[in-house]
């Protein structure tokens, strides 16, 4: 069947009638004939310096979760790699809803990428992308951890031995395949989408400000959320927190196993210390935003000054007890909420805030509080920290050059061991084989945005104040820089929201729950920039907090009781 019969019979079966019948002709005619000549069009590859084979195209019928669709996948740019004799591709996958809403949609990756998520946008607690009729596209961002993952090089970060891997990871994929996307798009729907959304947090959320820096011009709006936008930089965070957790370990007699000289750092704090920890910081901070509610809202008042001497109250006169914490817990704690430095106190990575989001073990979901990122769980018989087992090895495969290979066990023993002053030595090196650092492929942190805003693009930036992977000290810093560079104007085009309590990406005690796509559309669409979002808790009960609703605020602003009504009710609450 020719490309123009497809699209033909696409188009005539997206219009008209009720979206239930629209759904079942699609599912029995337009859909299987576009599907099909869509696999056959994919020898036309439309990005050039690339190769394209298309590997599937299938017609999804409607059911009770989901519209029907065209599912086409494919992979870019196969090859083997030279230097470890692994076979690469950029692969993809992209959903294309019969009832279309004219609207392309990128999501970003997460972790060291390596996958296929299902490319329906998910937002929770909302609608999600594809369900709201917008054409989704994801990537693996050029390596497949079911394929490219060695044990004995740091496992799913193996792809860093392939030097293209990298850039591939770094920048390069997302660009092919942003193209890619919206050549489907405009092929099967015969229009081009009229808004293109990129959307991403952590992984993602970087990949969103790679899209905003290096190409500006691929996407009318852009959310990117907790963006791990200097991770070849906070690559220095798990060995600061191997080395100041450690000697606790060793004191109190704690180690694994198996290999009995190694400490057990997920030991070194109890989830009641942790929650003690959590409370001084309740009592230093949680009244200075005006209303006591367990949260903090005015993040500049929360600071070591206010902190400590709560620190001081629960720390032991004498022997340890669940009551109160030790000073040399206290002492590890504040090192490594200072951030990583080097051995002459140059900063390599901003440190964290304090924010009692940094407690609430109970029904913590593993991958987000800081229990999971900073120490993992503390019945582990193992160091199960998610920034030593997954930063460790991006820093030596990903974020050296050239790459230390090193099994996934050894990981903990190379972050106990690990130099802080070599690390701009090893993300700026190149070789022969290694052309691009580390830190050229890797950093998204640019601050000039001019191309970006030239394009009249819009840019929403979201971070929890709990986050235990990407500080919120990162972000503001960046935000207000850009500021700077824009003598002062970044709001016309760029919102930051900072959201209390909240740890990577969702959980902790905070209303986590929000719908930033929306707002972008209405910025995108109509011009009406986001001056608060509205927030729901998603777990109430959870650490206290009750089910609520609060505004988020952009920054610098943030929400102030108005003094009467329900605390829980975002409408009693005003943003300035």
Known sequence: MKLTSWIAATVFFGIGGSGADVNALASVVAIPLACAAAA?????????????????????????????????EGAMNERVSSLDGQPYAIKFRMRLPVLWN????MAGGGGSNGTLNDASGPITGYVSALARGYAVIVTDSGHDNAVNTDPARGGGSAF??????RIDFGYHSYDLVAQLGKFLATAFYAKKPRHSYFVGCSEGGREAMVMVQRFPAHFDGVIAGCPAM?????????????????????????????????????????????????????????????????????????????????????????????????????????????????????????GMPW?????????????????????????????????????????????????????????????????????????????SDYTMSSADFGLATSMDLSGFKRNNGKLIMYNGRADPAVSSVETIGYYNKVNQAQKGSAAEFVRLFLIPGMNHGSGGPATDQFDMLTALENWVERGIAPDSILAAASNPGYFG????????????????????????????????
């Open 545 to 576: 907090v009750a089910s609520r609703t609060r505004p988020l605020c952009a920054y610098p602003t943030w929400a102030h009781y108005k003094g009467t009504g329900d605390i829980n009710v975002a409408s009693n609450f005003i943003c300035h």
């Open 230 to 350: 200097s991770t070849p930089l906070a690559a220095a965070y798990p060995s600061l927190l191997a080395q100041s957790f450690a000697p606790l370990a060793i004191q109190a007699g704690f180690f694994d196993p198996t290999v009995v000289t190694r400490p057990l750092v997920n030991k070194v704090f109890t989830d009641v210390d942790w929650q003690l920890f959590a409370n001084a910081i309740l009592l230093a901070c949680d009244a200075q935003d005006g209303l006591v509610d367990g949260m903090v809202n005015n993040f500049a008042a929360c600071t070591d000054k206010a902190v400590v001497p709560q620190f001081t109250a629960i720390t032991c006169a004498g022997t340890k007890t669940a009551s109160c914490v030790t000073s040399a817990q206290v002492r590890a704690l504040r090192a490594t909420f200072e951030g990583p430095k080097t051995s002459a106190g140059v900063q390599l990575y901003p």
């Open 40 to 72: 056959a069009h994919g020898a036309s590859n439309p990005v050039a310096g690339s190769t394209l084979r298309m590997t599937a195209a299938v017609a999804q019928p409607a059911n009770q979760t989901i519209a029907a669709h065209c599912l086409i």
């Open 102 to 105: 004219e609207k392309f949609y």
């Open 355 to 431: 924010d009692p989001g940094i407690g609430g073990m109970n029904g913590e979901v593993f991958n987000q509080g800081f229990r999971s990122w900073w120490m993992g769980r503390y019945n582990s018989a193992t160091n199960d920290s998610i920034l030593m087992t997954l930063r460790g090895p991006q820093t030596s495969m990903v974020y050296t050059t050239p790459p230390v290979a090193i099994t996934v066990a050894q990981n903990f023993d190379r972050e106990l061991n690990y130099n802080r002053d070599e690390l701009m030595a090893n993300i700026t090196r190149t070789t």
């Open 160 to 165: 860093g031995m392939d030097p293209q891997a």
